[in-house]
């Protein structure tokens, strides 16, 4: 996308000179649902005004609150790094943060944190070490003993609550088989066949309900969103949709796993699942972990099919993202095939 398409607003923020603090450069950095901006020590994050059902950020007021429960709940991990909402204003056709003037954005004001230490930026170096998952199980262990939990979050752990977000994935995907594509036809009645085995099983959810493993998680735990700096900082929590987050621990454990298997890191993998286990006391943990692997690298596979399918990005995001969503769906494929 060149600039002259973007939105006035961001294209006014590409200028160093819109913030009060130094920026010699701005970055645009964009996925299928925000813009974001890294200027100078700081991150500046704003949704797009995109509705997929599950997601709906199509009015000023939905972004407002999006953007209020995602510095809210991120500050659970990370309350040193959600400094809080911004406003963008616009006044006498001149734009810019907070201030005076018309609301015509919302936005939220992140720390930078040092890429170089972004979980994946050490993965792919080749650096990642039993050390640091076990720093990651020693925040995610207390973090998932103190959150919120209770009967009316247990009710998105029974196995009809989780067909839904299983089952959605399918329906949002089947115009995109090919043969040809990321997708066949034979990988999609695999994996939608082997979820609908797991999900009749209502005695596995409902075990995992009585063992009081439903909480109020992060719902996004993979290495995107893990920086491993001065200590472990876990980000970018799912803020739009409660019934991604209120789930089984499960659910976020095996995202994590799942996104360690991606990088063909098996054995990192496989620590991560023993070191927490034992760490949460979770007994039954594994009965669960290769459905929710699949359920989450399909998940990735189908925002790799969304995000090429955006107007909005160019032909080498595209492409990538095509090429890991056809990663992703073989992983999934894999997790299926176990059954």
Known sequence: MTDSNLPAYIQALLRPEAYDHPVDE???VQTHISFVLLAGDYVYKFKK????????????????????????LNRRLCPDIYLGVIEVRRRDEVIGLDGTGEIIEYGVRMVRMPEDRMMVRVIEAGE?????IDAIVDVLVPFYRQ???GREIDAFGTASAVAVNVLENFDQTESFI???????????????????????????FEERIRAGRIRDCHGDLYSANICLADKVYIYDCIEF?????????????????????YHDLPGLSAHFIDRF?????DGTLG?????????????????????????????????????AAARYFRLADSYARRD
Request: hydrophobic share 40%; with cysteine; aromatic share 10%.
């Open 26 to 28: 701005v970055r645009l």
């Open 49 to 72: 005004p995109v509705n997929f059902g599950f997601l709906d950020f199509s009015t000023l007021a939905r972004r407002h609150h999006c953007c209020e429960q995602e510095v809210r």
């Open 128 to 132: 990642l070490r039993r050390e640091e």
């Open 147 to 149: 959150a919120a939990h």
């Open 178 to 204: 090919s043969d040809s594509g990321p997708l066949s036809r034979e990988q999609f009645d695999r994996i939608s066949s082997y979820a609908r085995r797991v999900l009749a099983r209502e005695d596995l």
């Open 241 to 261: 949709n409660d019934r991604f987050r209120y789930c089984d621990v499960a659910s976020d454990v095996a995202f994590l796993a799942m996104d360690l298997d």
């Open 277 to 281: 286990g034992e760490q949460a006391g």
């Open 287 to 323: 009965t669960m972990l290769d459905f929710y692997k699949c359920y989450r690298a399909y998940v990735r596979g189908k925002i790799g099919l969304f995000t090429a399918a955006d107007p909005a990005v160019d032909e080498p995001v595209r492409q990538a993202s095509l090429d």
